[in-house]
């Protein structure tokens, strides 16, 4: 399940920065979604709070607020996985 949530987490953001290209909402609100869930799991609280948020401003059409989002995503992604990939590269 970590292994998954490490890959998956980058894969949801480049699926919410196309949906941005592509001026696509809804798959950006079920990315979002998708990643506030799988953050929860995982106890990360900040990145599922923000996906909260990013789901909630797609839904609302409000995609530039969206963008002005992502390095904040970026982030939090980053700060979620970095201590599972050590901890997951520690136990192999």
């Known amino acids: 399940m970590v292994s998954a949530f490490i890959t998956e987490a980058p894969r949801l953001l480049a699926v919410i920065r196309s949906g941005l290209d592509e001026a696509d909402a809804k798959s950006i609100a ?16 900040e990145l599922q709070a923000l996906c909260k948020e990013i789901e909630a401003l ?9 963008r002005s989002r992502l390095p904040d ?20």
């Open 30 to 45: 079920l990315a979002a979604h998708s990643l506030k869930g799988s953050a929860g799991y995982f106890g990360a609280d």
């Open 58 to 66: 797609a839904d609302a059409g409000t995609l530039d607020s969206v």
């Open 73 to 92: 995503l970026q982030l939090a992604i980053d700060a979620a996985i970095a201590p599972l990939q050590q901890a997951n590269h520690v136990g192999s």
